[in-house]
């Protein structure tokens, strides 16, 4: 045993060990860092700066930083903070500790607790390996623990049912309890013995009696504390002294025991039992204790795992209205993956248009328009989904989806011109959602740029979104639909991640150079439009057919006529505009046609002085 408090650390490999000593009163710094105290130099899985030590008492109390990933592993239990005994184990990455403190503390403390009290900690994990009594019943209890867990509408009724089944499983138990506390609440309760008179008030707390107990039945707030201190089942047996509130003290109770139940989704949540004597009526020991603390362990690694369970099935829940499947899995996979960083991120903006002629249509029958106008969100929603971006906001009839984050995406702005295409197919059918999108187009931006990503806002509400330029850039490219009379526009970026698509999926033209309202810089519109409709009338001359065609729609706009209106768009931003004129006036008549020849007629079709091959728009 050690005469001084110290840690020992053993290497992964076992090929060597390294002793620091813990002084009381100074921090041990636990790292990476050749310059901490405990330097952890061979573990990657260890943090530069990852965790503080320091002696409590005879106790080692070992915290992570904020800036720590990887938690300390404690009873085979991740934490972030634990209280570790002389003697206990604690590890980090790879990484095993030792604890121990000076063999006198050690005598000196043994003294003081069982000055009326035995105090005994029991191993959470040897209780997967202990034989228990009552098994057939116990077990019976187990199996309705779903059930029972699914049906709570609220934390009280669960902390009711609990009490319940612990009082039926554990016959010799007078008295149980199951409590729920707070952050706070746990942090006065670990130095009960320095403030012994400070209120501890329970998020909640419910007790069940046997019938034959007399009196108010009150855990002890001494063995809330050690159990929590320790995140681990403590008992303590008593023979009569101590102070009201030390113990849990009646004349008909001599033992207690106190189990926290494990895990995030059950923060807080304890399970106390007490009762008197042993079975055979003689004095309580351990070993008479043993198998009822052992079932009562089992049953809060049940509860822990049943309600993370839910928890992630109601996130999930939650989740799948804004992230498809593979978004929610990588969400779902790392703790601090929310926290916002800077990536290359593709937006999608899309608005539905027609929403107020549909609603003067339908102004007598406001239901049927709500439905209307949520089947549009829904086929917007559900083309950002499908291909794997995420829902960031929606603002009346507008949604706005991103991609890029939480996984970066070596594809780009493809998927998300993709969805756009989808999108746009579905209002191009609205035989398919019962006429419900009957009256409704689209209008959708696409822009790639930098952004920050991830849960943004206050301190006291938080969404997941996208913050930057790049957002912006999206919405005033989906303004430029309007202008230019199409369902889909790219800024650059986008436009050249595009164009790596196969023709059987999307094609691109550039529509125009322009300087939107309210920025002075440049930027080149393209229109992203669906694949070609396929020949359908033998060897005619498509592009002759589509001559004749007052108008054309996406679908209708062939290669050919692509080319020849790019050709044109260069004469136009090189500033060769009688040459343009003529040529422009014989492509067949379009609304990206015409915005052309009303922005060069605006000049009287002369070329400007300061002419830089951009359009200034004087509208939104």
């Not at 923060?267 to 198998?291: F, H, N, R």
């Not at 989904?385 to 939480?406: N, R, S, T, V």
């Not at 419900?436 to 696409?446: K, S």
Request: hydrophobic share 40%; with cysteine.
């Amino acid at each position: 045993m050690s005469s001084v408090f110290q840690i020992t650390v053993q290497e992964p490999s076992g090929s060597r060990s390294v002793v620091v000593e813990v002084v009381p009163g100074r921090r041990v710094t636990i790292g990476r860092l050749p310059g901490n105290n405990l330097a952890i130099v061979w573990d990657r899985e260890v943090s530069r700066e990852h965790a503080v030590a320091e002696v409590c008492g005879q106790d080692l109390k070992v915290s992570c930083l904020a800036s720590t990933r990887n938690p300390i592993i404690y009873h085979d239990e991740p934490v972030r903070e634990a209280l570790i005994r002389s003697g206990q184990k604690f590890q980090i990455g790879q990484t095993q500790f030792l604890y121990e403190a000076p063999i006198e503390e050690l005598v000196a403390g043994a003294l003081e607790e069982t000055s009326g009290i035995e105090e005994i900690d029991f191993d959470a994990k040897d209780a997967r390996q202990f034989n228990y009594e009552n098994i057939a019943q116990q077990m019976s209890l187990l199996r309705d623990l779903p059930d029972m867990i699914s049906s709570a509408k609220t934390d009280i009724e669960l902390a009711q049912q609990l009490c319940k089944l612990l009082i039926t499983a554990i016959p010799q138990a007078q008295a149980v309890a199951v409590g729920v506390y707070e952050k706070d609440a746990i942090a006065v309760l670990k130095n009960f013995s320095d403030a012994p008179s400070q209120p501890v008030k329970p998020q909640v707390m419910r007790v069940e009696t046997r019938d034959e107990y007399e009196g108010r039945f009150m855990p002890s707030r001494r063995l809330l504390g050690r159990a929590f201190a320790h995140s681990n089942a403590t008992v303590h047996i008593w023979s009569g002294g101590g102070n009201s509130g030390d113990f849990t003290m009646a004349d008909n109770l001599d033992w207690a025991f106190c189990v926290p139940v494990p895990g995030e989704a059950c923060a807080g949540w304890c399970l106390y039992v007490s009762g008197q004597g042993a079975k055979s009526g003689a004095m309580i020991t351990k070993e008479d204790l043993e198998p009822e603390v052992r079932f009562t362990q089992l049953l809060t690694q049940f509860i822990s795992s049943i309600r993370q369970v839910r928890v992630l099935q109601e996130k999930h829940t939650q989740m799948s209205s804004f992230f498809s499947p593979k978004v929610i899995e990588n969400l779902t996979g790392s703790a601090d993956v929310l926290a916002p960083s800077e990536r290359d991120i593709s937006v999608l903006v899309c608005d539905v248009r027609g929403f107020s002629r549909k609603s003067e249509k339908y102004k007598d029958d406001l239901l049927y328009l709500l439905s209307c106008v949520r089947e549009a969100l829904s086929v917007m929603t559900d083309g950002i989904l499908q291909f794997d971006g995420a829902i960031a906001d929606f603002q009346g009839d507008a949604a706005l989806g991103f991609w890029g984050w939480p996984t970066t995406l070596a594809e780009g702005a493809i998927p998300a011109c993709l969805a756009a295409i989808a999108i746009q197919d579905e209002f191009l059918h609205p035989e398919r959602h019962a006429g419900r999108l009957d009256g409704f187009t689209v209008g959708i931006g696409v822009a790639h740029g930098r952004a920050i990503a991830g849960q943004i806002g206050t301190a006291n509400q938080a969404k997941i979104g996208v913050f930057g330029p790049v957002v912006n850039q999206g919405s005033r490219i989906e303004g430029l639909t309007r202008h230019f009379g199409v369902s889909i526009c790219l800024d650059e970026r986008a436009a050249e991640f595009a164009r790596k698509l196969p023709p059987d999926k999307a094609r691109v033209r550039r529509l125009a150079r322009v300087r939107p309202k309210g920025m002075d810089t440049s930027i080149t519109v393209s229109q992203l439009l669906p694949p070609a409709i396929a020949m359908t009338m033998g060897n005619q001359n498509r592009a002759s057919i589509e001559r004749n065609l007052e108008q054309l729609d996406a679908n209708n706009v062939s290669d050919e006529h692509i080319q020849d209106f790019e050709t044109v768009l260069d004469m136009i931003i090189a500033g060769n505009w009688d040459a343009a004129l003529p040529l422009l006036y014989s492509l067949p008549e379009e609304e990206p046609k015409e915005f052309l020849i009303k922005q060069m007629d605006r000049y009287d079709n002369k070329v400007p002085a300061n002419w830089d091959g951009s359009f200034s728009m004087a509208e939104k």
